[in-house]
């Protein structure tokens, strides 16, 4: 079946520098991304979103790419903060239906 | 100041017994997810409700099912727990079933064990 998916399960980066965190989906039909970011303990919480007819969005510190001829999403964080540790989830979206579908994710540690 | 509130936090049940978890939004949103989350794994959608019209995923076991009384209240009760059922429960809510412009708003979840 159609699934959004993660390359890299973990991530390890120094406090300061800049992550990077991918997604591949498969469903070309999909016209909207989401980012989440899910502390333990805690629900997903919205980052950033990016629709299909864009390839780039920024907010604080964030910024997603999305590159449709190949499928692929990523996340990127500039200097990241310990506060950044957490699991990251991309989720894609049809305009149709609501049903959000969630990749498998991945966790961010920050060394401080 | 907790928009999507989910109660309890932590459920623990016998294998078999009934339970029931409980979800409320101040947001007035229409529409109310539930999600079930395993260990290390990506949430999944068991069903939804936009407004009192209910949406099963093909997927979902018979052994969930959900209410949803008014526009703020949502409960999903697991008839039968098995062990393969302890997970996080995520509720989740948004304005419309269009989420290009209402993402989805999260609660804590409730995590259940099942003994």
């Known amino acids: 079946g159609e699934s959004v998916g993660l390359h890299l399960p973990t991530l390890s980066v120094q406090e300061g520098d800049n992550s990077i965190i991918n997604c591949a989906y498969s469903n070309s039909a999909s016209d909207y991304f989401i980012w989440y970011k899910q502390e333990s303990g805690k629900g997903p919480q919205f980052i950033i979103d990016?629709?299909?007819?864009?390839d780039k969005r920024q907010g604080q510190r964030v910024t997603v790419l999305l590159n449709k001829t190949v499928k692929h999403l990523s996340l990127q964080i500039a200097a990241t903060q310990p506060g950044d540790s957490a699991v990251y989830f991309c989720?894609?979206?049809?305009?149709?239906?609501?049903?959000?579908?969630f990749g498998q994710g991945t966790e961010l540690s920050v060394k401080p | 100041d907790a928009m999507v509130i989910q109660n309890p936090r932590y459920q623990v049940t016998q294998f078999g017994k009934p339970v029931t978890l409980s979800c409320s939004q101040t947001l007035n949103h229409n529409v109310m997810y539930w999600y079930q989350q395993k260990s290390s794994q990506a949430p999944k959608l068991l069903f939804h409700y936009y407004d009192k019209d209910f949406n099963n995923e093909a997927d979902t076991p018979d052994n969930f099912q959900s209410r949803r009384p008014n526009t703020s209240f949502c409960f999903l009760d697991i008839r039968s727990p098995g062990l393969g059922d302890a997970a996080m429960y995520l509720c989740?809510?948004?304005?419309?079933?269009?989420?290009?412009?209402?993402?989805?708003?999260f609660g804590n979840g409730t995590r259940l064990t099942v003994t």
């Open positions: 989720a894609e979206n049809k305009y149709q239906g609501g049903k959000l579908i």
């Open positions: 990016i629709r299909s007819n864009m």
């Open positions: 989740a809510t948004s304005s419309t079933r269009e989420l290009l412009n209402s993402p989805l708003h």
